[in-house]
């Protein structure tokens, strides 16, 4: 992991529109998963270095005046998976946010009171 530079991106804007904390570990367990399943082996030193350039890159993209939000950063993980040639990885990596996706609309479409029942 990165030392935080004084530029680094601190914060993140999740999906729901809180700001939380930047953690990027949750970049190197998104990207290490993604290994995992594409290449059938793990390789946490890969997923650290990709996580690496990924947090490099987001001040410079973001300049430290826009927070990004979970979806800018999950793309510039893709760009990454693909410049440094992990085709196969990208690949589970994307398929894997596009069901992420469709299991969150999925459950806009459930109604509040029946959501209420199963808490």
Do not use: C
Not at 79 to 87: G, R, S, V
Not at 91 to 116: G, M, N, W
């Amino acid at each position: 992991m990165l030392k935080a530079a004084k530029d680094a991106v601190k914060k993140v804007k999740k999906r729901d529109g809180s700001i939380v904390p930047f953690d990027q570990a949750k970049i190197t367990n998104a990207v290490h998963k993604a290994i995992t399943a594409a290449l059938g082996r793990e390789d946490l030193k890969l997923a650290t270095r990709i996580s690496d350039w990924v947090t490099r890159e987001l001040p410079k993209r973001f300049g430290g005046k826009v927070i990004p939000g979970v979806e800018d950063i999950q793309d510039i993980v893709e760009e990454a998976l693909i410049e440094k040639d992990l085709t196969k990885v990208a690949r589970a990596y994307i398929l894997y946010r596009s069901e992420r996706a469709k299991l969150r609309e999925a459950k806009k479409l459930v109604p509040k009171d029946v959501k209420s029942l199963a808490e």
